[in-house]
């Protein structure tokens, strides 16, 4: 056993260490001509002080001529409080050329209170082009830091006046393509070119694999500017050192927008345009925590080995060597678990509740190990946005089935008759959706009142209704029919009518299964941090190869502890282990939470507001139910198959 698992993550880690990363993209590439307009968009505005997303036109920016127009969006962007519309920002491939865009009306006091407030939140602009969000780059203590979108406005620490950003300085990255034997026609900002064959003709084109940009802010004469018209061009201008030439917001200003584009070639390819947003930051520090789970595994897997080897194997041996007389008088001066033989596989307390969680824990485990498993393929590629959350929502809607199945089965196990399965099967749908249902809407409800993007529109509120009570409970309940036909696991051996009465210990079992939770947690908590600074900072999360080795490594703990933790039990002839093995695991799920309060008051110390920190807590919340129903699955199950091997080498009279 230990050996193959050895030499197993070995291997893993060697091959993820010599292969080349590669993603599917989630776009189609488009190739542009000398000339040919290019479509920036927009999203939400975003804030890691608030974690409140708000629309772009919320505030007195330029509209596109023909009014503003929403893109299409998936599940998982609408969940994300994306809102992606179409700008007024147009670009000419390879045309460098300073822009005016176009002069507000005086701002009003509601205008000028949004944008100061905005400004000192923090809040960020995300601009899309080609399916590449814009870039920055900034200096903090001689060090360069990339960020993506730029600030609405900043606020001088010398002085109390806020500033707006007017004037934009893009950079458009672009890298020739050269194709033989084809004639580009046409291509455009939502689909893939038309090409058709041509003979003997190269066609060139260019590539967008870069968009970065340096905010300005800029006062300019209102008169001057009010006798121009959208995308006339102006004379190029320098970002001012000086406040007094920057544009201040105030009530009774008119604010002039304009931008200038430059293009560069570069030899980075298509493929790769990705790259600079995904930098792996903190490579050793993954490995660090890699290496300090196979610690943890290997201690573990050595009590184990002892427990099995030693004492197991040697109690069992001189067990079945006595013959009957013997065995008889043997029973008399036995401890430890030999003693709970009748009482091992007495029903636990609340067991429907008990079916429930075990059947939700699989469902999660399984979304969790197959998303996670695409992504680190590259099938999930951060450049479609939603895709891993629409994907997850999926997952958990068609393992639905193995839910309901593995319930059932469980609930004939315990029971020793099918009836009651149409309940389990049911509470199996909606426990956990339910849970998260009640929290979403709880949450919602507060984004409404902020009138925040994040808020769910009641519009999809029915959709995801739909896809809970259209797909996933007919597919519990069909799961759930397929448990009543299969076998129920046989015990090997007889439960006693009477239950054996447990002896007095002199502390509670339950400090020693929440001290157990610590040993999980250590070999996730370093990967947990980049987790939620890629949720809560806006930094993209792609090391999705380190992130599948800790979640096998996460299995193999949970396993183990639990193992460890019921033999324990048992040995102090305690036979309610159901529970314990479940919670000996499951109760990561505590630390999880505890370590994401310490990330919300050390790490996001400028989360400003009650509303910004109930949304971490009811988000983090949902994240720990999931995780103890997970881990909590993969323990018990582990220590019933760990039990019944157990108790199926005893010979029983």
């Excluded at 304009?258 to 792996?280: C, G, H, I, N, Q």
């Excluded at 290997?298 to 041996?317: K, M, N, P």
């Excluded at 199996?428 to 984004?447: Q, S, Y």
């Excluded at 400028?606 to 129903?629: F, H, R, T």
């Amino acid at each position: 056993m230990m050996p193959a698992m050895f030499w197993f993550l070995l291997f893993l880690v060697l091959f993820l260490q010599v292969c080349d990363g590669f993603y599917l993209p989630g776009s189609y590439m488009h190739t542009y001509s000398n000339g040919e307009p290019i479509l920036a968009k927009v999203n939400s505005l975003t804030s890691i002080e608030t974690e409140l997303p708000f629309s772009y036109y919320s505030l007195p920016y330029c509209k596109p001529l023909g009014g503003v127009k929403k893109s299409a969006e998936n599940l998982g962007e609408l969940l994300m409080g994306d809102q992606i519309d179409n700008s007024a920002y147009r670009f000419r491939m390879n045309v460098n050329e300073t822009v005016f865009l176009c002069i507000t009306t005086p701002l009003s006091e509601h205008e000028v209170k949004l944008l100061k407030q905005r400004t000192r939140d923090l809040y960020q602009v995300n601009m899309i082009l080609d399916n590449l969000p814009v870039m920055r780059f900034a200096n903090q203590n001689g060090v360069s830091i990339q960020w993506t979108g730029f600030p609405v406005g900043y606020t001088p620490s010398n002085s109390n006046d806020d500033f707006i950003i007017n004037h934009l300085k893009f950079t458009v990255l672009v890298h020739e393509y050269v194709g033989s034997g084809v004639e580009i026609i046409g291509t455009g900002e939502e689909g893939l070119g038309v090409i058709s064959e041509a003979d003997d003709k190269k066609a060139t084109g260019y590539e967008i694999v870069g968009f970065e940009v340096v905010p300005c802010s800029i006062k300019y004469d209102p008169e001057v500017m009010t006798k121009l018209h959208m995308y006339d061009n102006i004379t190029s201008v320098k970002c001012p050192a000086d406040i007094d030439k920057s544009q201040i917001i105030r009530e009774q200003e008119r604010i002039s927008f304009t931008y200038e584009v430059e293009f560069v070639k570069s030899s980075t390819r298509w493929p790769s345009r990705w790259d600079a947003y995904l930098k792996m930051e903190g490579a050793r520090v993954h490995w660090f925590s890699i290496l300090n789970s196979l610690m943890v595994i290997f201690f573990l897997a050595g009590i184990v080995f002892v427990i099995f080897l030693r004492t197991v194997r040697r109690d069992l041996t001189r067990y079945e060597e006595l013959d009957k007389e013997a065995q008889a008088q043997m029973n008399e001066e036995l401890s430890g678990w030999k003693l709970v033989v009748g009482d091992v596989f007495r029903e636990p307390e609340h067991s429907k509740l008990f079916c429930v969680m075990v059947g939700d824990g699989i469902q999660i485990t399984g979304m969790a190990v197959v998303t996670i498993i695409f992504a680190a393929f590259g099938f999930m590629s951060p450049a479609s946005r939603g895709m891993l959350l629409t994907g997850m929502i999926f997952l958990y809607l068609f393992l639905g089935i193995i839910a309901g199945y593995v319930a059932v089965r469980m609930w004939m196990t315990i029971k020793g008759t099918a009836e009651g399965w149409k309940s389990v099967s049911w509470s199996v749908a909606c426990f956990f959706p339910g849970i998260v249902f009640v929290i979403l809407t709880t949450l919602n409800f507060m984004l409404w009142a902020s009138k925040s993007t994040g808020a769910i529109p009641i519009s999809l509120y029915f959709v995801l209704l739909a896809l809970w009570f259209c797909i996933s409970v007919p597919l519990t309940l069909l799961g759930g029919l397929f448990g009543t036909r299969a076998e129920p696991i046989q015990y090997p051996v007889r439960t006693n009518q009477i239950p054996r009465e447990i002896p007095a210990r002199k502390y509670p079992s339950w400090l020693l299964v929440l001290g157990a939770g610590t040993l999980p947690f250590g070999t996730l908590f370093i990967e947990l941090f980049f987790i939620l600074s890629s949720i809560w900072l806006g930094r993209f999360y792609y090391v999705f190869g380190f992130l599948l080795i800790v979640l096998l490594l996460l299995v193999v703990v949970c396993a183990e502890v639990s193992v460890v933790l019921t033999y324990m039990h048992l040995c102090v002839e305690d036979w309610r282990w159901w529970w314990k093995a479940f919670f000996a695991s499951g109760s990561v799920a505590l630390y999880v939470f505890l370590y994401s309060i310490n990330y919300l008051v050390f790490d996001l110390q400028s989360l400003s507001g009650p509303v910004s920190a109930i949304l971490y807590l009811g988000y983090s919340l949902i994240m720990a139910i999931a995780i103890m129903l997970s881990t909590g699955t993969i323990g018990f199950l582990m220590s019933f198959y760990f039990v019944h091997y157990l108790f199926s080498s005893v010979k029983i009279d």
